[in-house]
Every structure is written in structure tokens, then in C-alpha cells.
């Protein structure tokens, strides 16, 4: 049976070390620039401005890492994936590993929708462990957690309790402590600095790891694509 459209192709990365301070938006040209050093064939809208079929996971805050970031590359002509991963890794700056690649099917929804929640490992910092631990169990215990942010300049009011699906402290040293969390991202995304903000005392972040992305299936949770075995993502990588 042929093959209706071009093919598709999802990629896993790392983003860590100095890179983490370069903004989604540059980060995509980075990767723009990759593929074009490796000489994929990417396919192209048309129109008097041609962009690359580029289709970017949930944007990471500036400052944040992550073991599991994703795009979806859509491509004029099928290729060979054995040795893809090496080849944009040495295309991309320092920090940006990849960490797996497959072919997609066309009909597989966009990362922005499928995406329904993330683990983060947060390290907080100049707390003890007694105050953390308090600020957490009270964040569990409360039914809801109500918090209100300005939106085109009104004021709007959420409950964050719902997006909370996991907390836990899960070490610490003379300089902090350091938290897992499950967070939701739909219908909106909480970013663990908001979390942060909204305990009871509020925590001071100093430092955030995504490891992991999740879809919601029948079956359980999975991610988009797992790390292959003996990447930094894949040995890293921490599931609560």
C-alpha cells in the first residue's frame, strides 16, 4: 500500500549545561541549522516565505533543563535513522544530544496536544528540609491551591491543585532540598516556579529538570519516544 504524504520522522534530546539559557525560539533555529548540516530532507511549506515542517514539544522555560525535549520533522523522502542520532549531535551546540529518532505515522497527533504531563526534579534552595517537607504535605492535604495571574491585563484566578499530580521531597543537603514533581499540562501547562510560588511557605527555585514528557493512554502513561539505551537521557532519567 503506498504511502500518502511524507514521511515523518520524531526526534528526543537533551537540553543541559550553558544552553539551557538560550530561549525556545533560538533553540529552533539551532535545530533549523543542524538539519540543514546534515543535509536531511526536510520538506517546506509553500508560499512566498518557505519554513521547514518543524513541529516543537512543550517550550522549556529559559534557565531549565531537560533529559526529554521533542520535535516532529516532517520529510520529502524516507531515510535511513541508523545513524541519525550521532550526526545532528555533532551538528548541534554542546548541551543538545539527541537521544533517540524514529519515523512517526502521519496521523499521530502534534506533542502540543497529545503531551499531558512532566516530571521534574527541583531544587530549591536555602530551606530545610522540615519547612519543605511542611510546605509539601500542606500542598497535598489542600483541596485546592488558588493562585491569580493577569491576563491581557485582567486579573484571572486558577486552582493548581489539579495540575499537581505528584510531589515528593526526595533529598537534600546543606544547601537545599530537592523535590520531584508530576505536573499537568492541560488545559494549561504549571511550571514548577509557579508551583514554587504558590506553597505555603513559597520555595526558592534554584534549579529545574525535566526528565520526562508523558501521554495519557488506555494502557497507562508513555512517553513520545524513549531514550535509547546508554544515552544521558535514558541512564539519567528517574521515573516517580
Known sequence: MSVVGNPKIRIRHTKQGKVRFTSHRDV????????????????????????PKLSFGLALSTGYESLAEYLDVELSERIDLTDLPPRLTEALPSGLEVAAVADIERSTDSLQQAITSCTWEIEVSDTDLPTVTEAVARALAAEHIVVTRERKGKPV??????????????????????????????PRALRPAELLAALEPPLELRRVLRTHQWIDADTGRREPLAAASGSAAHSEACVP
Open 28 to 51: 529552533a533555529r539551532m535545530w533549523e541549522r543542524a538539519l540543514r548540516r546534515v543535509r536531511l530532507p526536510v520538506a517546506y511549506s509553500e508560499g512566498f516565505s518557505p519554513r
Open 157 to 186: 484566578t486558577d486552582d493548581l491543585r489539579p495540575l499537581v499530580r505528584h510531589l515528593d521531597v526526595t533529598g537534600s543537603n546543606e544547601s537545599g532540598c530537592r523535590l520531584t514533581a508530576v505536573l499537568g499540562t492541560q
